[in-house]
């Protein structure tokens, strides 16, 4: 990346430079996060035939950004420090990497039990062994694309002379909605089947 003047850092905190910037990217990521909608609504028989999974959306939808932001936050910090190599053998990424899965691995465990437990208060329960399954499952595979995906936007970002911290959270969290939903929906109905 060439180096920036004085004029060039400081063109990158306007306005004008900021709204040039994320418009594109967020409308591109509105319309996309309307697909997630209508994932839901295509498999709406699936969710209420088994309410239970209905605990797990949200959660899981979140869970997937929040650990897809993270990532992006600890990446960008460390390019703007100038440590960052997009290098497969880059031992503090991969110890980034695998953090990030030892938490999803924890979180998605426990929000398949307390989804059972919820079900079995609120709605028709599922049995533990298929909700465990469908949790961990999905929160897992969720996990590796926020990884992919959160170094992916870090990289292109860098690419393109963008401030990774204003472009990567943005759309790993949108994708992980959406991806998110599909990724939910599709171990559920494979367990379930």
């Known amino acids: ?25 967020l409308l591109a990521l509105s319309v996309l996060e309307m697909g997630s909608g209508y994932v839901l609504e295509e498999l709406e028989k699936t969710y209420l035939s088994n309410p239970t999974l209905l605990v797990l959306v949200p959660v899981m939808i979140g869970m997937g950004g929040n650990l897809g932001a993270i990532l992006s936050s600890r990446l960008s910090t460390r390019l703007h420090l100038g440590v960052l190599e997009f290098d497969p053998r880059d031992d503090v990424l991969w110890t980034n990497i695998l953090a ?18 919820v079900g079995q208060v609120i ?71």
Do not use: E, K
């Open 1 to 25: 990346m060439a180096a920036a003047g004085p004029d060039d850092s400081l063109d990158a905190w306007s306005i004008r430079h900021i709204v040039a910037t994320m418009f594109p990217i």
């Open 123 to 193: 709605a028709q329960p599922m049995p533990l062994v298929d909700l465990l399954l469908i949790s961990i499952v999905s929160g897992m595979l969720l996990a590796v694309i926020a990884v992919v995906l959160s170094v992916g936007a870090t990289y292109v970002s860098y690419t393109q002379g963008l401030d990774p911290d204003d472009t990567t959270i943005p759309v790993v969290t949108n994708l992980c909605d959406i991806l998110g939903v599909v990724v939910l929906s599709g171990v559920a109905l494979i367990v379930l089947n």
């Open 100 to 117: 990030i899965l030892g938490l999803a691995a924890t979180v998605f465990s426990a929000l398949g039990i307390a989804a059972w437990l």
